[in-house]
């Protein structure tokens, strides 16, 4: 009788003490049971079922129910959620019959706080649970008779079903971050169950059930529509450890505001206890899923039945709808003095719901206007360069459109400018007439005529002055200050530019048609003499290019697969001088005569006017690196036929070493004399001689 009642009393304890520390391998979906801090994470009102059937292969198995429900709640009109509550009711037996069963009510809330993008869950469980044993599904050996069970027979003992029962409260605490979809990328959560420590001495003397402490994690990470979430829940009581780590894959098909829906696979291990593997269905009505246990433990197949723990959990999700009163906001901008509209800058940022950045209300506007939200906080910025900024507090609760009227007073601070035109080149102060751009309309507003000039402008904003005399070009100076003080300037004036108008065009002489080539103009005389300038790189030529009156010049048109073409211009007027220039394509027996290419009278030395034409040479083998040439020597009908030959041989051969000193293979090249044999023209007059006199470039190979 007494050992039957002891291990009764000891059995109700443990089965208590259960009830109180059970565990689901789906512990999120249970935050009574491991984290009840955790239902600060939920966004929507959460109804959860779950259920567990455990060591199956036992005859009368442990058996787990609970239902908990969740509710968060929001500030009026801002939606912002600021607290959760929930209820549960977990009801754990053992036995087909459930003759040891316990029930277990509980309350939770939790209060959040905000930290940066994060959220800290500051929370509590309160719960009541009562423990019973049935006697009537207990056999003893007095109901054996002959061997038979007759259960109408007594036990043969003096028995009442023993109660366990106490109230048990445990704070929590969670420090976790969702996304934008409400779901979670990380938390961490610490509880202390049990702090009260029960009393259960009307069973065995002194007992208090024990304090049990729990530390909850996860993290997710996302991959596109992959998500993984390794979870980890350990809970220590006494001496006893509970240790689960896994991790959660989940493939979404949808993943917006819209619509949530995927497929999940999970696997975990309880040490020293089980393997886990589950299946899950996502979505953004309701989650549901199973897992099954795979004993390891020496409980695993005590009657060779090979069974685990089955578990299933639906939790259904009600989205909360957002109560939102609204309100138009109209801004009207003005200037203080003038109470004339303004345009500016506005800014609106919400107070209440702590935004970070403020949104655009209207940029470079007089007015404008927006929906708000009634009964929240808004800080409105309107801003102006050269006017004080106005910030306005704006909270509104009766629901009526608001006019909100802003008046900016200018920020006047002046600079003083000093200016003096001079002539560039003489350095004497020219006379000119000023103009200001007015930056509002954009219209030139005269200044006067001035050699010096000195006058107030404000800080802060850009200026444009534009000065103007007969005979110079204009001259413009802008100039921005963001401080008092004085700043002196000087308009360095240039002469109007007297020149003609090279109006030329470029042909392919065999199609005839434009191509795009370079162009350069080289002055070859007056006191601009050896100065380029670039009228077009790999272009058509402009328009119109001027070339100064009263000077020389020679015009460079090169163009890879053509020959060089230089024209030879002299501006003596203001007109416009019309050119069409034909470039030869590069063929292999094509060849075109070398102009200006100079020698000492009666011998092959080069002149020195001759190098700017040979450098012309060298970059064109170097602009077409693949083709051969033939440098052949030509020389008029005066002097013998002998002397005239070895004269074309070496000139062509100075030619060709002259190039070899610029950087091109002398095998790309051969020197050639031809004498007087092949001239261009008579030898009877001194014209046609100083055509014979030449060098020809002849195209060999390409």
Request: net charge negative.
């Amino acid at each position: 009788m007494k050992n039957l009642l002891s291990i009764l009393f000891i059995t109700v304890l443990a089965v208590s003490v259960r009830a109180q520390d059970a565990f689901y391998s789906n512990f999120e979906y249970s935050t009574a049971l491991s984290n009840p801090s955790a239902i600060g994470m939920r966004d929507d009102i959460n109804l959860t079922l779950i259920h567990r059937s455990q060591w199956m292969s036992i005859v009368q198995p442990f058996s787990t129910s609970q239902f908990e429900g969740i509710l968060p709640i929001r500030k009026a009109n801002s939606n912002k959620k600021v607290a959760v509550i929930s209820g549960s009711f977990i009801n754990d037996r053992v036995g087909e019959g459930g003759y040891l069963r316990t029930n277990h009510f509980s309350l939770a809330g939790a209060y959040l706080l905000g930290i940066g993008k994060s959220q800290l869950s500051i929370g509590a469980k309160v719960g009541y649970f009562n423990g019973t044993t049935d006697i009537g599904q207990i056999q003893t050996g007095s109901q054996f008779q002959s061997g038979n069970y007759n259960s109408s027979l007594s036990l043969g003992e003096d028995l009442t079903n023993p109660v366990v029962k106490g109230l048990e409260v445990s704070p929590s605490i969670t420090f976790f971050q969702n996304d934008s979809l409400g779901l979670n990328k990380f938390n961490l959560g610490v509880t202390a169950f049990n702090v009260n420590q029960p009393d259960n001495s009307q069973l065995i003397a002194g007992y208090k059930l024990p304090m049990r402490f729990s530390i909850v994690g996860g993290y997710t990470h996302n991959i596109n529509l992959l998500s993984i979430t390794p979870r980890a829940l350990a809970m220590v009581q006494g001496t006893e450890t509970h240790v689960l780590v896994g991790a959660d894959f989940a493939y979404y098909l949808s993943k917006t505001q819209e619509k949530i829906m995927g497929f999940g696979l999970g696997g975990a291990y309880r040490l020293g206890d089980a393997a886990v593997i589950g299946l899950k269905y996502l979505s953004t009505n309701f989650n549901i899923g199973v897992s099954y246990d795979v004993n390891t433990s020496s409980l695993s197949d005590p009657i060779g039945k090979k069974a685990g723990s089955v578990e299933v959990f639906l939790n259904y999700k009600i989205k909360q709808s957002e109560k939102v009163k609204q309100y138009f906001l109209l801004v009207n901008v003005f200037e203080e003095d003038s109470i004339t509209p303004v345009k500016a800058k506005a800014e609106i940022t919400n107070v209440t719901r702590e935004e970070r950045e403020a949104t655009l209300f209207f940029d470079y506007a007089e007015k404008g206007n927006r929906l708000i939200n009634q009964k929240e906080e808004y800080k409105l910025v309107v801003s102006k360069e050269g006017y004080h900024t106005q910030e306005i507090s704006i909270n509104h609760a009766n629901g009526e459109d608001l006019v909100q009227q802003v008046y900016l007073s200018k920020t006047i601070k002046f600079f003083d400018l000093e200016l003096e035109m001079q002539d560039k080149e003489t350095g004497e102060p020219v006379k000119v007439e000023l103009f200001v751009i007015n930056p509002d309309t954009g219209q030139e507003e005269s200044l006067g005529q001035h050699d010096k000039f000195n006058k107030e402008f404000e800080v802060g904003p850009e200026h444009k002055i534009i000065a103007r005399a007969e005979g110079y070009d204009d001259a413009e100076l802008t100039i921005k200050r963001d401080k008092e003080g004085t700043v002196s300037k000087t308009l360095l004036m240039n002469k109007e530019l007297l020149a003609a108008n090279l109006k030329l065009t470029v042909l392919d002489e065999s199609t005839k048609k434009p191509i795009k080539t370079n162009i350069i103009a080289t002055s070859v005389s007056g006191e601009n003499e050896g100065e380029s300038s670039v009228i077009a790189m790999n272009n058509l030529p402009p328009a119109g290019y001027p070339l100064k009156i009263n000077n020389k010049f020679e015009i460079l048109i090169s163009k890879e697969g053509y020959f060089n073409k230089t024209e030879k211009i002299t501006v003596t007027e203001m007109v416009d001088i019309e050119k069409v220039v034909m470039l030869t394509p590069i063929e292999v027996g094509a060849s075109i005569v070398v102009e200006d290419l100079l020698f000492k009278t009666g011998k092959t030395d080069l002149d020195e006017r001759s190098y700017r034409i040979l450098d012309q040479l060298a970059d064109f083998l170097k602009q077409n690196p693949t083709i051969k040439i033939e440098l052949q020597g030509h020389t008029d009908s005066d002097g013998s036929a002998s002397s005239n030959q070895k004269l074309s041989e070496g000139r062509a051969q100075s030619a060709v070493d002259y190039l070899v000193g610029k950087g091109i293979d002398r095998s790309r090249m051969k020197a050639k004399g031809y004498g007087e044999e092949v001239p261009r023209a008579t030898n009877a007059t001194p014209e046609g001689k100083a055509l014979n006199r030449r060098v020809e470039l002849k195209i060999t190979g390409k």
